[in-house]
């Protein structure tokens, strides 16, 4: 797209990714607004969101751009807070910040910047490389995502932090959050205790983690027990996923990747099931994610892993 004097609303997270995405457009030439997105926070708990708002205020005003906060809160206490915790009370381990992405930032933050009148909103996820983001966005509309920019997708992170300086940019050397989607540097576990309680600690376990013994390859909530194997290996070719959303063709798949960062498994869809071309790298992790990509390593859809 050719972003001169179109009406580009950037989302700044008050991190250095989305910062320079905002300058880059500036540069070519877009009329940027930065619109921070402010989510829900759990009471009592320590979340940096105030600061977080700060720093990007502090980029907006070296931008000399306009800056708006969007309140997000009830989308996501009800698509990301209240969807995690369900998943958690029946055994399995959900993907907030895929949901996240889903139904905050591309969805409330893109209904509210067309209504603004913007031509395209833009965010600074990374789309290919060690920092490839694309895992968390396979639940994002195909049409709102071929509809966003992202300036920064096709960068190595050292060449952000490069631009950054050379922009002058005020976050230029604030570390990368971590965490879950807004909750800042409350961990999931201390969230996860607060929320449901202590009794049951099946509940604060996902298969795969490592653990004294071993691994954990299985979870009986109602008896509160953990299944450990001293390996993660999985012996299966083949995951039944649902809610599927697809970005190009089922039939384009070659491989698919069940975790972040994870090894990605060779293979092809056939109807609900991808088939691996040999046993899979890691144990199929019930509420997580599958994310397909073709051969040219693109994004071609995602489903909820079922077993």
């Not at 972040?260 to 293979?267: C, F, L, S, V």
Request: glycine share 10%.
């Amino acid at each position: 797209m050719d972003v001169r004097g179109k009406k580009i609303f950037v989302g700044l997270s008050g991190g250095v990714d989305s910062a320079v995405s905002a300058a880059l457009l500036q540069k070519a030439g877009a009329d940027v607004t930065g619109v921070f997105i402010k989510g829900w926070y759990p009471p009592d708990m320590p979340c940096a969101w105030a600061q977080e708002r700060r720093d990007a205020m502090r980029v907006a005003a070296h931008l000399h751009i306009p800056f708006r906060t969007l309140d997000a809160s009830v989308e996501y206490k009800k698509s990301v807070i209240d969807y995690m915790l369900s998943e958690y009370r029946v055994g399995r381990t959900p993907n907030p910040d895929v949901m996240c992405n889903k139904e905050v930032k591309f969805g409330a933050f893109y209904r509210y910047a067309m209504s603004e009148g913007a031509d395209a909103i833009a965010t600074g996820h990374y789309r290919v490389g060690e920092k490839d983001q694309s895992y968390f966005l396979w639940a994002v509309p195909k049409e709102v995502l071929t509809g966003t920019l992202f300036p920064v997708g096709n960068m190595k992170k050292s060449d952000v932090r490069k631009l950054a300086k050379k922009f002058n940019i005020p976050v230029a050397e604030k570390k990368d959050s971590q965490g879950i989607c807004f909750l800042g540097n409350v961990s999931v576990k201390e969230f996860l205790e607060k929320e449901l309680g202590s009794d049951n600690p099946t509940l604060l376990y996902t298969v795969g983690q490592r653990i004294e013994g071993g691994y954990v390859i299985g979870k009986d909530v109602t008896n509160k027990k953990l299944v450990v194997s001293k390996t993660r290996t999985s012996n299966v070719q083949a995951v039944t996923f649902t809610d599927a959303n697809w970005h190009g063709n089922p039939e384009d798949v070659a491989n698919a990747q069940m975790r972040y960062r994870g090894e990605r498994n060779a293979g092809y869809v056939e109807g609900n099931n991808f088939i691996s071309a040999r046993s899979l790298s890691e144990i199929p992790t019930p509420g997580q994610s599958i994310v397909f990509y073709n051969a040219n390593d693109e994004l071609t859809g995602g489903g909820i892993i079922m077993q």
